[in-house]
DNA sequence: TGCTTTTTCACAATCGTTTGTGTAAATTAT
DNA sequence: ATAATTTACACAAACGATTGTGAAAAAGCA
């Protein structure tokens, strides 16, 4: 007679979604209490606490954040788009998302834009409908404006960018110091005593690879070296475009003594064409990457490249994305987090008499644990 | 005055969201007939149709997911829980699992449980919460028994598993045919020579470790070959482990002439362990390993191995979960998706006398496609 | 024209929480 | 002992959408 869903049968179905009005109705108190009591009001006595708590364990209750959300107008969701979930790169930031979210109560929603500026569009509004009290997103390489994040301020949501950005944009963002990451790279193969260095560039309209190429250009300059077009290649950072970037090079009457690749798949493919010509790395030409892949360390020699730190990405986004919460009243709230990258250096950069490879910063780094995956 | 909130200043702050209200309010129409114009019912006039959808648009009116998942009881949201994100596995998993929810209109919450059981509880309780339609999750290392999930049960809320599972226990899930990958590759290998085949294995409380070995176990006895004890060795699947294993199998006294490893980093500690004790790869000792990572296709030799299929994985689980859905009725859902895996054969088991790597099935396959990634 | 059927729409309850306001009882102060 | 506080709780209106029921207007039929 109290239950309020009767089925003809007795039999334990899908059963009951126990609520606070159940709750009210068996310990004799307003749904006012229960839910004060829940949330550990100071309105609500001790001893009511108590009971309403143990009760809750005993039927087994479960809030409904929906209905909360609902009312209160903010829910406790994230919204997360990314081009790929694939790949170490954005697989570890958002791990760090979700890893700082989940300890803050955050839920996150992870979408995909498959680089497609149409399916961003549409991502935004998935998550605006799903009323996320906040959105991460790293910018698909079709973007070319900001029109569809209008509507996200509009609706006062917090908007967060990660790694990748438009250029000349007031955004908040939390990005890799990528000028510094080519710089040290690049720097690195001077000291090993290279002067002619190479560089595969990516889609310049992107701020990582414009940025990649402004370190190469800096750290050039800082050895007083004229940089040279014919050195300079574009590449879609493919395995395929590094070898084919990598055999036009070897035309040049005169080749370069080392490469630098804004990508490590590219500089894998270098890697790959050098060795199937009989040309020696790093002895005849030197190579670095970008990314720290896991394939760096399984190539031979093994790779030299700039971290991106991920993790520390994803972290720091989400905190950026309270912060922006926390101070909701601040006037122009345009923040940017800069990461610092680490040059991790290996064998296919160093030219130092001793072959044995040595890293840069602390010790092996992640690898290692990433690798312990059972699949 | 006909403002709801009405802000002191008149900026164009945190603007509107703009409910169903007031579209029927500029309308003149019942909220009723917006809802069901949005929703195309067949009540309502063509006319009256287009003008409510061209409000819509003009008003720029976003539904409230929310509000309509809660009067429904039954959000379109998917909850997915992995042990982690990182990783090729889960991530491509994750990636096939959202490409198909999104196309059917569902967002999807991830979780990680970070292999803790406690962790994965935490989990289905803030998915229960978050009133998801339906949840699919892959078993932590450390999940031993079913009682958690008991609750999701009782919810009435579709459960799905996929990969990892407890064995016994009846339940919907969508797997990988780990046994018959175990057997291919392990008869593979056979066919190319090999007679002592020792076998790494993990963790044998889980089905997809148990199974691997299995099918090394029932290749062995096609050929008639009693499996050797010594050659059997318990690993934790990372690099470091697959060394070790590999130097242990090297002091008997008659050393195996292949080793297949439950997974693809092992395997690849093994081949590192080989080349720098000068023992040759196939020639001396052949190699195959499980999962298909991109490292086996820069290892050199390139590493033989087992491919997963993981976004047919996704794509298969999301699937599954919309069969139970709409056969809510169906009296024991209880159903099972096996995959069949592809054995991926390259040069470390090819003893053949061209040292030519062919690739078993279709080409190249998946990689390509996911290098060209811009990070 | 009178009656039935169809089309088109409004009323109002409901989903499960939260929260401003009101009000007894219990405590303290005077 | 009476007034001023504090404590502990209930009422009821939201939040934004969905939906069964019912009723008026339009259309079809004789």
Redesign the interface.
């Known amino acids: 007679m109290a239950s309020r869903r009767s089925d003809t049968t007795k039999q ?4 009951s ?1 126990v609520s606070m009005a159940d709750l009210a109705r068996e310990l004799g108190v307003s749904m006012t209490t229960i839910s004060r009591a829940l949330s550990d009001h100071h309105s609500i006595g001790p001893a009511t606490k108590q009971a309403v708590l143990k009760l809750a364990k005993k039927l ?1 209750y ?6 909360a ?2 009312r209160k107008g903010k ?1 406790k ?1 994230l919204g997360v788009i990314v ?10 930031v ?2 760090g998302i ?2 700082a979210a ?1 300890k803050a109560g955050f ?6 834009s498959s680089e497609d500026v149409a399916q961003e569009r549409k991502n935004l ?7 996320v009290a906040g959105i991460l997103v790293s910018l698909s ?1 079709t973007t070319l404006d900001f029109k569809h994040f209008e ?1 996200v301020r ?3 949501v917090p908007l967060v960018f990660f ?1 990748r950005i438009l250029e000349g944009d007031n955004v908040n963002a939390v990005l890799l110091n990528d000028r510094e990451g080519g710089y040290q790279a690049t720097r690195h193969l001077l000291e090993q005593g290279c002067r002619r260095i190479a560089h595969f560039v ?2 310049q309209h ?1 701020n ?2 414009k940025n990649r190429r402004q370190g190469y250009l800096d750290a050039l300059q800082s050895y007083g070296i004229a940089p040279e077009e014919g050195l300079i290649k574009s590449c ?5 475009g590094g070898a084919a970037c990598m055999a036009e090079l070897l035309t040049l009457p005169q080749p370069p003594d080392a490469v630098f690749a804004a ?1 490590d ?1 590219a500089i ?1 493919g270098a890697l790959q064409l050098l060795k199937s010509r009989g040309i020696r790395v790093p002895q005849d030409i030197a190579l670095a990457g970008f ?1 720290n892949e ?2 760096t360390q ?3 020699p093994m790779l030299t490249s700039v971290d ?1 730190r991920c993790e520390e990405m994803g972290q720091a986004a989400f905190r950026l994305f309270t912060d922006l919460v926390d101070a909701k009243n601040a006037p122009f709230s345009q923040r940017q987090v800069v990461l610092q990258p680490q040059l991790f250096i290996r064998a296919s950069s160093l030219r130092s008499g001793a072959s044995e490879p040595a890293e840069a910063g602390d010790a092996a780094g992640a690898l ?1 644990r ?6």
Chains 1, 2 share one sequence.
């Open positions: 334990p179905e899908a059963s979604p087994n479960q809030p409904n954040h929906l209905a959300a609902l829910s969701l081009p790929y979930i694939e790949g170490r790169f954005f697989a570890s958002v791990h979700e890893t989940s839920s996150v929603i992870i979408c995909q509004e998935t998550l605006l409908s799903a009323q390489l509507k509009k609706h006062g790694d990516g889609m992107l990582i690879y879609d950072m493919t395995v395929e990508g798949s894998l990314s896991a394939l399984v190539a031979e991106q290692p990433r690798q312990a995956r059972h699949t």
